[in-house]
């Protein structure tokens, strides 16, 4: 709620920075809209592995992770899970397709945010429900340690800041005075700042970037894991929240370097549609080019285990038929003999 107030009640010019990327994310967003009328069956077949990858890697985030041989049967199967890492992934992905099926019904208010909340915690007995005592960090490194001295608010206030922002949130949208992706990252902000729940907020921040997403007309996140991105970028994730979590307990903050962070995710994720969209040979099945992308866009050396971390839901076989086809091709180099082998661009 404070960053909202505080753009509400203050902003008066955009950056630079800022401007090119709204100016960027549009253009990107008018040629999805047009490809999406020209071939549809493309996007379709991005579909699943979006799922997929969107619902380990938020997960994976906060520190959950499952086998590889059993992504596709904990996403999409109806067999019982083995642990709690494998009920919080398929929780995440019940509530992402609740998203991508229904967000035109679906407001943001507070009890759809409890109802994300229970549906990724599963049957813990937090589940839907607000914290009850007060949580130190926003948000934490990925070694344990908190990112500042941040202090989060106490119950009672968390929960009066999250409904102040979800008002504004609606007010704000309605006014039409600020650039809409603005808002929806004041508001994601906010939200982690907040900390409303007592686990599964970054969880519920991702679900709550998507579903405004798709209210604000931008469902890139259907074809290409926004989560995903945000995980390959972590580092800068981790950073901008630290840089922008500074005064916020005394509304003082700047909203710009996280902003601008959410917006690079954005620009990231319909620039690489774009690239699959246009360049994906139509005797190709969607699952190759993917694995071609990923190679022709990785820096430095890789294996098959890279891959499969980054694009779960897709099987070795196919990985290692590609990149020898990419070998006989000259495009990629192998360092190694094995399973483990590393392989590096030429």
């Known amino acids: 709620m404070k960053t909202l107030e505080l753009i509400k009640n203050t902003l008066d010019s955009i950056p630079i920075m800022t401007s090119w990327y709204l100016s960027a994310i549009d253009e990107f967003k008018g040629k999805l809209e047009v490809y999406n009328k020209q071939s549809p069956d493309k996007l379709e077949d991005l579909e699943k592995h979006a799922m997929i990858e969107s619902s380990i890697s938020s997960n994976r985030l906060e520190g959950s992770t499952i086998a590889s041989s059993r992504i596709e049967t904990v996403v999409f199967g109806n067999s019982l899970l083995k642990d709690r890492s494998e009920e919080e992934v398929r929780g995440y992905q019940k509530a992402l397709s609740w998203i991508h099926d229904q967000h035109d019904k679906i407001d943001v208010t507070m009890d759809t ?6 549906m990724i915690r599963g049957g813990k007995e937090d589940a839907g ?49 600020i650039p809409p992706l603005i808002l929806l990252s004041a508001f994601n902000f906010d939200f982690l700042c907040i900390h409303p729940f007592q686990d599964g907020n970054g969880r519920v921040s991702r679900l709550l970037l998507v579903l405004q997403l798709y209210k604000l007309g931008y469902d890139v996140g259907r074809f290409v894991s926004i989560e995903r991105i945000i995980e390959e970028n972590k580092e800068r994730y981790y950073e901008s929240l630290q840089k922008s979590s500074e005064g916020w307990s005394v509304s003082k903050n700047s909203i710009w370097p996280y902003t601008n962070y959410l917006l690079f995710v954005l620009k990231e994720a319909y620039g690489e549609l774009e690239k699959r969209l246009e360049n994906l040979p139509e005797n190709y099945r969607s699952k190759t080019y993917i694995i071609m992308n990923f190679v022709n866009n990785y820096m430095g050396q890789f294996n098959l285990s890279k891959i499969k971390y980054y694009l779960p839901g897709i099987n070795m076989e196919l990985m290692h038929k590609i990149l020898k086809e990419l070998q006989k091709e000259g ?15 030429q």
């Open 129 to 177: 429900e607000w914290k009850v005592k007060k949580t130190d960090d926003i948000e934490k490194l990925p070694n344990g340690k908190p990112i500042n001295g941040f202090k989060s608010p106490d119950v009672k206030e968390s929960i009066h800041l999250l409904e102040q922002a979800v008002e504004l949130w609606h007010e704000q949208i309605d006014k039409k005075r």
């Open 113 to 118: 945010i409890l109802e994300l909340h229970k």
């Open 331 to 345: 495009k990629i180099r192998n360092l190694g003999r094995g399973i483990n082998a590393k392989w590096i661009k």
